[in-house]
């Protein structure tokens, strides 16, 4: 026997009845949603492809929005159709689990569910996770890569410091144990980062493009090797 009045359950059944006439309506010609019309409908163009490029993009995210909420309205129709056929076989407020009644309020608020809040499936967090998450290490983004051996490609950092050259809210004086004095020198560039070359050498010496007249750029790199050249030449001297 039924936990339910039949006051109750003739209220359960006008719910579903009326949200089923609901549902069957707007699935008649994609009403509701606009599946049945199209970019090309409304441009009366024959093609729009060279034309907008940002309205395609539109329309395929509109198109992917429609066809989930479609097939969220015949899943929800669905689970409709079996709440009913329950009512008729007597075995509706009942847990398919459990065999325990649900409570009243519960299918007040859900008419169409089959399960108590105990085993309701829709209380479980799934655990699957989106595929970029694997593709794009760390999660959401490549950021700051420079410490992985296997990786050489632009990442976050590097976003930044191409960002960082047009100029930033800070100024020398502000960064905390820095020797700046200039702008120039705020730039997140490492000393050491290679920037369009392999080895240290290649970023100092130059020639022209016939080979001849070959100069050295001073720059770090540059002063780093006179540094360590220095460095050689004292260390024999001492021996």
């Keep these: 026997m039924s936990h339910l009045t039949a006051t109750q359950l003739e209220q359960l059944t006008a719910k579903l009845t009326a949200t089923r006439y609901s549902l069957v309506h707007q ?9 049945a019309s199209s970019l090309r409908d409304q441009t009366d163009e024959l093609s729009v492809i060279d034309n907008h490029p940002a309205d395609l ?3 395929v995210y509109e198109r992917g929005k429609d066809l989930a909420l479609a097939e969220h309205q015949q899943l929800h129709l669905a689970r409709i159709e079996d709440a009913m056929q329950r009512i008729k076989e007597g075995s509706y407020g009942t847990c398919t689990i459990c065999g325990r009644p649900i409570q009243f309020e519960r299918l007040n608020a859900i008419p169409e569910t089959a399960y108590c809040l105990e085993h309701s ?3 479980s967090v799934s655990n699957n996770r989106p ?5 794009l290490a760390p999660s959401f983004g490549r950021t700051n890569l420079d410490e992985r051996d296997d990786q050489n490609g632009f990442d976050g ?7 960082e050259r047009f100029g930033t ?4 004086a502000i960064i905390e144990s820095s020797d700046m004095t200039e702008y120039n020198e705020l730039e997140n560039e490492s ?22 007249h070959a100069c050295f750029y001073r720059n770090h790199a540059y002063r ?14 001492l021996e």
Excluded: C, N, R
């Design 27 to 35: 699935q008649k010609d994609g009403q509701g949603l606009g599946i």
């Design 57 to 59: 993009g539109s329309e």
């Design 169 to 172: 809210s800070g100024v020398p």
């Design 191 to 212: 000393p050491t980062e290679l920037e369009g070359f392999v080895e240290p050498y290649e970023s100092f010496i130059a020639t022209d493009i016939y080979g001849q």
């Design 121 to 123: 499936p829709q209380t």
């Design 131 to 135: 595929v970029e998450e694997v593709v």
């Design 157 to 163: 950092e590097d976003t930044w410091q191409a960002l």
């Design 224 to 237: 780093q090797h006179m540094d360590a050249e220095e460095h050689l030449e004292s260390e024999d001297s």
